[in-house]
């Protein structure tokens, strides 16, 4: 994963300083306790500086739009106690200095605003981007006096660096590391046979600058193995590497890339998408592992809250399967009080059994007696029996009804949330999971509470194909974008997606090869993608509804045409 060394902060230094200089705080907001938000404008022009001091990621740009919702960004109602006293020293403020302590991977505001009495007052915003021990710190420059930090650190956390309030501001202790520019190739040759580490683990630990990350790309773009041990490495290697890392280092105008999947970055090779500054860089590096982070959690609760549901429900249909299955039981009864009333004038009263012949099967039953009661009031007491048993299956039938749709519709979920891969469907499906049903179904009827909802859409010759991914969706194409004459189609008694195909012209002209392309899409999209066989169903807009007081996305429908996809 990118690693914010000292080399990428000061090429975001190098790149940002001009607008940050002389530009003045509007705002500040603290989603959490890791990150802030510092509203800046300058020459008409508003830019959002996020911090993150998460150890996970750490990292500062000015936020770009396209990423931002990416890192799912809530402002509480309440301002956190940092957050206020930033307010307090920063808003209004105007930024007049920003500095960069060589090697340090620090970035340093310098503001200065003036008190109730007109007095000149100079402050300093320190974001320090060091792992696990990042931090922003706010102190007074005359007396370097900590006003506040975003989290303390006290001396049982570190025994060399205290940071809270009313202590002396002091930077991080002293690296033992050389700055290789200024190193000669003998020295460095030196470092190198002496330590029996890895290569880049050489190079990061004993020069500034290099993460191993960025030391191992160094080594692989000429051909040296980065876990090679230092002290093996041949002079005419040591010579080439030494040579590298300065002309690395001496060129200020790096092409930084990352891989189309976001996992690794590049300084020197090109990757498949490349950046022209640092800022988009990393605003769209970190943004996207912040959702996938985010997106993974999430799944991992949600599923877990979803399968436990499952199975109390999958025990309670078992439960009710037990009931129903109790039926012939039941049965039994009837048969044993009929045939006590057709015989009851062969059955003397007193007795404790009586064996008799049921015509129907043919077979002798024997047949337990009251002897305190008389035959017709033990066919009552049998009757009895049947009528209490005959309803609880009854009810057990109508509740099992109901308990297999619940885990047919948790089983949507469960695939709903198997196919997302944005943090914001995720999180519509947290909604819907966690919320009441008919309160959901009235948050979808209400326009100015329903926000647009980004539907998946694709063009199918010339047509275009909606598809919902999840049961919010699903609604949302049922009540907002779809027209009676357009296509519902869904893969047959299967979780998957609802299909919706607008018809600009009439849907009976459309083609069975087109037909057949939007099927297999429903097919894709559903948990039977992998089958050999599948059943798709579809049919106008108009025959399908959703009765009312159900669960989101079940709809029902008629007139509908089946066609087995490969």
């Not at 710190?137 to 005359?142: A, G, V």
């Amino acid at each position: 994963m990118l690693q914010i060394d000292s080399m990428l902060i000061e090429a975001f230094f190098n790149e940002n300083k001009s607008f940050l200089e002389n530009s003045r705080v509007q705002k500040i907001q603290q989603p959490t306790r890791k990150d802030i938000i510092l509203n800046l404008r300058k020459d008409g022009e508003s830019k959002k500086l996020y911090i993150n001091i998460n150890p996970d990621y750490p990292h500062l740009c000015f936020l770009n739009k396209e990423f931002e919702d990416r890192r799912n960004i809530e402002i509480p109602k309440q301002p956190p106690m940092f957050c206020m006293l930033l307010r307090k020293h920063m808003e209004g403020a105007k930024i007049i200095k920003v500095s960069k302590p060589n090697y340090e991977r620090i970035v340093e505001l310098t503001f200065e605003k003036y008190n109730e009495i007109g007095d000149r007052i100079e402050e300093c915003l320190s974001i320090e981007l060091m792992g696990k021990h990042s931090n922003i710190i706010l102190y007074n420059t005359d007396n370097n006096i900590i006003l506040g930090c975003a989290h303390n650190v006290g001396a049982e956390k570190s025994k060399e660096r205290e940071l809270s309030g009313g202590l002396p501001y002091i930077y991080p202790p002293h690296q033992n590391k050389k700055d290789i520019l200024k190193t000669r190739f003998n020295s460095f040759e030196s470092a190198l046979k002496k330590s029996d580490e890895t290569l880049k683990k050489t190079i990061s630990s004993k020069y500034y600058f290099l993460s191993q990350y960025t030391a191992e790309e160094i080594c692989i773009s000429k051909n040296i193995n980065p876990l090679k041990i230092s002290n093996t490495l041949s002079t005419e290697e040591t010579q080439t590497l030494y040579i590298t890392l300065h002309e690395f280092l001496e060129n200020k105008n790096h092409k930084f890339s990352v891989s189309k999947n976001y996992e690794t970055y590049s300084c020197i090779n090109k990757k498949e998408k490349i950046y022209q500054n640092i800022n988009t860089l990393i605003d769209d590096y970190y943004s996207y592992h912040i959702e996938k982070n985010l997106t993974s959690n999430l799944k991992f609760n949600l599923t877990n809250k979803i399968n436990k549901e499952l199975k109390k429900l999958k025990n309670t249909l078992t439960a009710q399967q037990k009931q129903i299955d109790k039926k012939e039981k039941y049965n039994a009864y009837m048969t044993k009080g009929n045939l006590l009333i057709a015989n009851a004038h062969n059955i003397k009263q007193g007795q404790k059994n009586i064996l008799l012949k049921d015509y129907e099967t043919n077979k002798d039953i024997e047949i337990e007696l009251d002897e305190t009661k008389t035959v017709i009031e033990n066919a009552q007491k049998y009757f009895a029996l049947y009528n209490k048993g005959e309803k609880s299956s009854q009810i057990a039938e109508e509740l099992s009804e109901k308990t297999i749709s619940e885990i047919n519709y948790f089983n949507q979920i469960l695939y709903d949330i198997e196919i997302c891969d944005k943090f914001s469907e995720l999180k519509e499906i947290s909604t819907e999971f966690e919320a009441d049903n008919d309160n959901y179904s009235k948050k979808l009827n209400n326009k100015k509470k329903e926000k647009e909802i980004n539907i998946t859409k694709m063009d199918v010759d010339g047509l275009t194909v909606y598809i919902g991914k999840n049961n919010k969706q699903n609604d949302y194409l049922y009540s907002k974008i779809s027209s009676p004459d357009d296509l519902w189609f869904h893969v047959l008694n299967t979780p998957g997606s609802h299909i919706i195909v607008k018809s600009q012209k009439n849907p009976q002209k459309i083609n069975d090869n087109t037909i057949l392309k939007i099927a297999k899409i429903a097919k894709q999209y559903s948990t039977a993608k992998n089958a050999l066989k599948t059943s798709v169903v579809y049919t106008l807009r108009k025959y399908i509804k959703r009765p009312n007081h159900t669960k989101s996305g079940f709809v029902v429908y008629k007139n509908e045409t089946e066609i087995v996809i490969n």
